[in-house]
């Protein structure tokens, strides 16, 4: 997360403390005239009155702000629709500065599911070309044993795989007669998890995103699983031997670049 947002609640926490510390200042003197009466002239009542006023409706503005962040921030989310989801998913791609571990299920390729899907992995591809070795885009493909529809699309990524040096490719083949699952995600800067499941043949996706560094943990983990899983090559052929990748602590840096299938 960058900083600024960091240390935007922090000022808003410290500014809303030194407005509730000035109007328990001011409450405790005015307390305290009329008990003790120990400020002969009342021409400052006026003026801090006012004063008054204007540190209480600021503290209001601040709460309101505070308000407003947790329920925008809030760790979960749901999203009904495919612009939703990938509109989202694409927003904290972009805003991220390390890693993104995904993992695509779908029988089609993007261009010919929805538009904000196509929009979404055109996006992400120009995300992992910026900073070369400083931040990692790892996508498990998981395909039917035959699937022919998307093929096409599976060598485009290989070949941009084997190009891109922060694209990281792998492809993972269910055995014949065994269906593809649904199953969608995206660990993102190992902070937040968006899970998107197909609802229909075009690939609109319904989903949730949870922003938990612990739920994140996990995700990682079945995402590591399913790249060790995975074959290098769609083809099935061995893999050929790549350069660790620059930033070996994301668990990934002796992954092997995909050679493209024949």
């Given at each position: 997360?960058?900083?600024?947002?960091?240390?935007?609640?922090?000022?808003?926490e410290?500014?809303?403390?030194?407005?509730?510390?000035?109007?328990?200042?001011?409450?405790?003197?005015?307390?305290a005239?009329?008990?003790?009466?120990?400020?002969?002239?009342?021409?400052?009542?006026?003026?801090?009155?006012?004063?008054?006023?204007?540190?209480?409706l600021?503290w209001l503005?601040?709460?309101?702000?505070?308000?407003?962040?947790?329920?925008?921030?809030?760790?979960?989310?749901?999203?009904?629709?495919?612009?939703?989801?990938?509109?989202?998913?694409l927003?904290?791609?972009?805003r991220?500065?390390?890693?993104?571990?995904?993992?695509?299920?779908?029988?089609?390729?993007?261009?010919?599911?929805?538009?904000e899907?196509?929009?979404?992995?055109t996006?992400?591809?120009?995300?992992?070309?910026?900073?070369?070795?400083?931040?990692?885009?790892?996508?498990?493909?998981?395909?039917?044993?035959?699937s022919?529809?998307?093929?096409?699309w599976?060598?485009?990524?290989?070949?941009l795989?084997?190009?891109?040096?922060?694209?990281?490719?792998?492809?993972?083949?269910?055995?014949?007669?065994?269906?593809?699952?649904?199953?969608?995600?995206?660990?993102?800067?190992?902070?937040?998890?968006?899970?998107?499941?197909?609802?229909?043949d075009?690939?609109?996706?319904?989903?949730?995103?949870?922003?938990?560094?612990?739920?994140?943990?996990?995700?990682?983990?079945?995402?590591?699983?399913l790249?060790?899983?995975?074959?290098?090559?769609?083809?099935?052929?061995?893999?050929?031997?790549?350069?660790?990748?620059?930033?070996?602590?994301?668990?990934?840096?002796?992954?092997?670049?995909?050679s493209?299938?024949?």
């Amino acid at each position: 997360m960058p900083n600024d947002r960091i240390e935007q609640p922090r000022m808003e926490e410290l500014e809303s403390r030194l407005i509730t510390l000035a109007l328990v200042v001011a409450l405790a003197v005015s307390i305290a005239d009329n008990i003790f009466n120990f400020i002969e002239s009342q021409n400052w009542a006026t003026p801090l009155i006012f004063l008054t006023m204007l540190i209480f409706l600021r503290w209001l503005d601040v709460t309101r702000r505070r308000v407003m962040s947790i329920a925008t921030g809030a760790p979960l989310r749901v999203y009904d629709s495919s612009s939703a989801f990938y509109g989202e998913a694409l927003h904290a791609i972009q805003r991220s500065s390390k890693s993104v571990y995904a993992v695509f299920s779908h029988a089609k390729a993007p261009p010919q599911q929805t538009e904000e899907s196509r929009r979404y992995y055109t996006a992400t591809i120009r995300w992992a070309r910026k900073n070369p070795g400083k931040r990692h885009l790892h996508r498990v493909i998981r395909l039917p044993h035959h699937s022919p529809d998307i093929q096409a699309w599976v060598d485009e990524q290989v070949e941009l795989g084997e190009k891109v040096e922060n694209y990281h490719v792998r492809v993972l083949r269910y055995p014949p007669g065994m269906e593809l699952e649904g199953e969608n995600f995206a660990v993102i800067d190992s902070s937040v998890v968006f899970l998107g499941y197909a609802v229909d043949d075009r690939g609109e996706l319904h989903g949730f995103s949870i922003r938990d560094a612990g739920v994140a943990a996990t995700f990682e983990h079945h995402f590591r699983e399913l790249w060790r899983l995975a074959n290098s090559s769609p083809s099935g052929h061995p893999p050929q031997q790549r350069q660790p990748l620059a930033d070996p602590s994301d668990g990934m840096g002796d992954a092997q670049r995909p050679s493209r299938g024949a």
